[in-house]
T-cell receptor
Framework: GAVVSQHPSWVICKSGTSVKIECRSLDFQATTMFWYRQFPKQSLMLMAT?????????EQGVEKDKFLINHASLTLSTLTVTSAHPEDSSFYIC?????????????FGSGTQLSVL | KQEVTQIPAALSVPEGENLVLNCSFT??????LQWFRQDPGKGLTSLLL?????REQTSGRLNASLDKSSGRSTLYIAASQPGDSATYLC???????????FGKGMKLTVNP
């Protein structure tokens, strides 16, 4: 099956710093990737849809200036949490649709656990 | 607004039992439904995907059914094993959208 690589798997940072998370499709091209966030004991919630070569589409309530998304190539999308604060501590995970146009499954990265001190 | 519910939130069973995991959704106008497995601190692994026109899908010891009219899906796990211990998530997409709405998941523990 398709492989999505996400890095780093965990990060601890001080309040006010910025953190970049990378999501790569290793064996297929992904014109669209999705970024989700999961707080403890809560559902995975879609934050934004990342489109290659165009601006990301953010879900209601997600600050686009705080969560910067760049999808500069067909295999890489990045999420930058700018000026992170403790309330941004969460599990962030990306996903992409498999390269086969008939395959509608979404493949997920391994996630990034962010802890902001 | 679509809402997905999984009850119970956790389940602990002895090895060998046949299990039924439940998922319900409020808006029956779905495009497809997907079951995932999530291991602690890990990403999600897609287990089964059911299109809205389908009734069930099978993969090994797993069988997922879909009753769109009643807004329900079940994941059946036959002869459970300790390695099946994980959190199982149900998610639906609506109207051809690629966006998924997830339930909170059900944490399964299979005891040897």
């Amino acid at each position: 099956g398709a492989v999505v690589s996400q890095h780093p798997s965990w990060v601890i940072c001080k309040s006010g710093t910025s953190v970049k998370i990378e999501c790569r499709s290793l064996d297929f091209q992904a014109t669209t990737m999705f970024w989700y966030r999961q707080f403890p004991k809560q559902s995975l919630m879609l934050m934004a849809t990342s489109n290659e070569g165009s601006k990301a589409t953010y879900e209601q309530g997600v600050e686009k200036d705080k969560f910067l998304i760049n999808h500069a190539s067909l295999t890489l999308s990045t999420l930058t949490v700018t000026s992170a604060h403790p309330e941004d501590s969460s599990f962030y995970i990306c996903s992409a649709r498999g390269g086969d146009t008939t395959n509608e499954k979404l493949f997920f990265g391994s996630g990034t656990q962010l802890s902001v001190l | 607004k679509q809402e997905v519910t999984q009850i119970p939130a956790a389940l602990s069973v002895p090895e060998g039992e046949n299990l039924v995991l439940n998922c319900s959704f409020t808006d029956s106008a779905i495009y497809n439904l997907q079951w995932f497995r999530q291991d602690p601190g890990k990403g999600l692994t897609s287990l089964l995907l059911i299109q809205s026109s389908q009734r069930e899908q099978t993969s090994g010891r797993l069988n997922a059914s879909l009753d769109k009219s009643s807004g329900r899906s079940t994941l059946y796990i036959a002869a459970s094993q300790p390695g099946d211990s994980a959190t199982y998530l149900c998610a639906v997409s609506s109207g051809g959208s690629e966006k998924l709405v997830f339930g909170k998941g059900m944490k399964l523990t299979v005891n040897p």
